[in-house]
């Protein structure tokens, strides 16, 4: 039986990605996304994925979301929370609803997400769940407190749900990309983020694929033993 996938934020760039490789390794894959109805339906056309549309960072919205992808697919097996947004801008600058949102968004979808799914996949003694981090919650960013607060969090949501897990087949892990070429990236002032690039040791910027590799790894039945590690994939920008 194909294993049942849910990529949060899975509609759009390194989201897109994911749920595209899995579709292809033969997961049967559903992709939220939250917003932007015109880019997931051109998404499902494209892909044959299904989208289901709610907000990550409400906590009885993702209850109902799962149990609808449930009601779909069947039980769901492997999690990637992959949705995140930014609101970039330094601290005085920057307004509680700043703050907050992105603090919702990032890692309070990580509780909401895996509290929907953790009590199915201790049942059924299997589970993998990889959290999408970054680069900026290992290191830090300059304009990023919100982002690089939810990020940081995230890692270490990361170890203490890879501890719950371990005795019940369940693996939690995190990605930590560095500047993927997606549009999040691209709405990153062009003058800094050249001087982001040229310290960036392998000379560009990620692809979103490359971040889809990780994913298919750590999510692999065969996977078993990795749990709680942090995967960089950031072209050498910071080594952690
Ligand atoms: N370190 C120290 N000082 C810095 C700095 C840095 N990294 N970046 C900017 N500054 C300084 C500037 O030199 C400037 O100083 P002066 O006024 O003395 O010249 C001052 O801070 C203001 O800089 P800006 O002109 O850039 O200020 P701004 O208000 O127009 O913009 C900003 C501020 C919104 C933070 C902007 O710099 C920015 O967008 N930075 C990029 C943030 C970033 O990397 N975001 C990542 C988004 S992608 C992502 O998050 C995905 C992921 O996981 C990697």
């Given at each position: 039986m194909a294993r049942v996938a849910v990529v949060t934020g899975?509609?759009?760039?390194i989201g897109e990605a994911i749920s595209v490789a899995l579709k292809d390794a033969g997961y049967k894959v559903a992709a939220n996304y939250a917003g932007n109805d015109e880019k997931a339906k051109d998404f499902t056309q494209r892909t044959g994925i299904k989208a289901f549309k709610f907000d990550v960072g409400d906590f009885a919205a993702c209850a109902a979301g799962i149990k609808q992808i449930e009601a779909d697919l069947?039980?769901?097996?492997v999690l990637v929370n992959n949705a995140g947004i930014t609101r970039d801008t330094t601290i005085h600058r920057m307004t509680f609803e700043q703050w907050n949102d992105v603090i919702q968004t990032n890692l309070g979808s990580c509780f909401n997400m895996c509290r929907a799914v953790i009590d199915g996949m201790r049942e059924r003694g299997f589970g993998r769940v990889v959290n999408i981090g970054s680069i900026n919650g290992q290191a830090g960013q300059y304009g990023q407190v919100n982002y690089a607060a939810a990020k940081s969090g995230i890692h270490g949501f990361t170890k203490a749900l890879a501890q719950e897990g371990a005795a019940k087949g369940i693996t939690v892990n995190a990605i930590a990309p560095g500047y993927i070429d997606t549009d999040m990236v691209r709405a990153v002032p062009p003058n800094v983020l050249e001087k982001i690039v040229a310290k960036v040791p392998v000379g560009r910027l990620g692809r979103a694929d490359e971040i889809a590799r990780g994913v298919l790894f750590l999510v692999a039945?065969?996977?078993?033993?990795?749990?709680g590690s942090t995967l960089s994939i950031n072209g050498g920008q910071h080594m952690y």
């Amino acid at each position: 039986m194909a294993r049942v996938a849910v990529v949060t934020g899975g509609t759009r760039g390194i989201g897109e990605a994911i749920s595209v490789a899995l579709k292809d390794a033969g997961y049967k894959v559903a992709a939220n996304y939250a917003g932007n109805d015109e880019k997931a339906k051109d998404f499902t056309q494209r892909t044959g994925i299904k989208a289901f549309k709610f907000d990550v960072g409400d906590f009885a919205a993702c209850a109902a979301g799962i149990k609808q992808i449930e009601a779909d697919l069947g039980p769901v097996d492997v999690l990637v929370n992959n949705a995140g947004i930014t609101r970039d801008t330094t601290i005085h600058r920057m307004t509680f609803e700043q703050w907050n949102d992105v603090i919702q968004t990032n890692l309070g979808s990580c509780f909401n997400m895996c509290r929907a799914v953790i009590d199915g996949m201790r049942e059924r003694g299997f589970g993998r769940v990889v959290n999408i981090g970054s680069i900026n919650g290992q290191a830090g960013q300059y304009g990023q407190v919100n982002y690089a607060a939810a990020k940081s969090g995230i890692h270490g949501f990361t170890k203490a749900l890879a501890q719950e897990g371990a005795a019940k087949g369940i693996t939690v892990n995190a990605i930590a990309p560095g500047y993927i070429d997606t549009d999040m990236v691209r709405a990153v002032p062009p003058n800094v983020l050249e001087k982001i690039v040229a310290k960036v040791p392998v000379g560009r910027l990620g692809r979103a694929d490359e971040i889809a590799r990780g994913v298919l790894f750590l999510v692999a039945d065969d996977a078993g033993f990795i749990t709680g590690s942090t995967l960089s994939i950031n072209g050498g920008q910071h080594m952690y």
